[in-house]
């Protein structure tokens, strides 16, 4: 059987450090360094295991980066793309489109000073960035060749044109995450992280098809704490002083939708998965093939 292409990604952060500033407003950085190496080790031994070797994109915190260089760098020196995800892990649609800006410098400078390379990718923390975010958009346009930011469940050819203007006359290239819905479009799918872990990996092969009929790259993309099953990057009840207390009580157990449930399933899903589908490599592959078309759907064979 002839397997479809499909990219796979890692979405790099410090769940820790981030939940704890989410939460309870943590200023301090202190990094789970233990646990973020062994779940390194294990997409690495992943990537050499079932992956032939094929690299990968880390689409890495400029804050991680500031604080954990070593670990970005070695990823970078075993031959992964180091692209952006943004400075903090927030969601940049509540930030001012100038200090979006200046944040995203910031992590620019951060991840390329660790890693040695141009970082030429962005994907926006949660995916939280949509169509409509136009001066957003744009800035990201200013400072990377490629987005991988934008969920859609509709052929990219459909409302690719529009995008001409906000992605500098075509000169940053736009990489989707495929979305599907199900139960009448009450729940919407994306192809990766908890999204695979909680549902039935049949779903996330459907929504990498889906991509691939309407014509872009399935994207797949995972996190860190995926990898791992000894619940390492749990933040305990205490690390959250400072919340109110239902709000600590809740961001405390709902911990195990990351941390617990379907961690273990990981593996066999993974492996699903790959019968169907053959990683091609770290997504700047993709600008290559992307050079001839006015945005970035890259197109695939039917």
């Not at 954990?68 to 940049?92: K, M, Q, R, T």
């Not at 872009?216 to 109110?244: C, I, K, N, R």
């Not at 405390?252 to 053959?278: D, S």
Request: aromatic share 12%; with cysteine.
């Amino acid at each position: 059987m002839t397997k479809l292409p499909v990219t796979i990604s890692i979405d790099l952060e410090d769940f820790s450090q981030d939940y704890r500033r989410y939460v309870a407003g943590a200023q301090d950085y202190r990094v789970r360094t233990e646990a973020l190496w062994s779940a390194y080790r294990k997409i690495e031994a992943f990537c050499q295991s079932r992956l032939g070797g094929r690299r990968m994109t880390f689409f890495t915190t400029g804050v991680l980066a500031h604080h954990f260089p070593d670990l970005i760098g070695a990823i970078a020196s075993d031959g992964h793309e180091i692209g952006c995800h943004y400075y903090f892990h927030d969601n940049v649609g509540r930030e001012d489109p100038v200090l979006f800006g200046q944040r995203l410098d910031q992590a620019i400078d951060a991840l390329s000073a660790a890693s040695r390379q141009e970082i030429l990718g962005f994907r926006a923390p949660n995916l939280s960035i949509t169509r409509d975010m136009v001066a957003h958009y744009r800035e990201i346009a200013k400072r990377f060749s490629y987005d991988s930011s934008l969920a859609i469940e509709t052929a990219f050819s459909e409302f690719s044109g529009e995008w001409n203007d906000i992605t500098l006359d075509g000169k940053m290239r736009l990489f989707p995450v495929a979305m599907d819905h199900r139960f009448g479009g009450r729940l919407k799918v994306r192809s990766g992280g908890s999204y695979m872990k909680l549902f039935p990996i049949e779903w996330t092969i459907a929504t990498l098809k889906k991509a691939y009929r309407n014509s872009f790259m399935p994207a797949m993309y995972l996190h860190p704490y995926e990898f791992v099953d000894d619940q390492s990057f749990w933040v305990t009840w205490s690390e959250l002083e400072g919340a109110p207390l239902p709000r600590r009580a809740l961001s405390w157990a709902r911990q195990l939708q990351w941390h617990v449930v379907g961690n273990r399933g990981i593996p066999a899903k993974l492996a699903r998965t790959l019968e169907e589908f053959e990683h091609i490599g770290p997504m700047k592959m993709l600008l290559e093939n992307a050079k001839t078309m006015p945005i970035a759907a890259v197109p695939v064979a039917p």
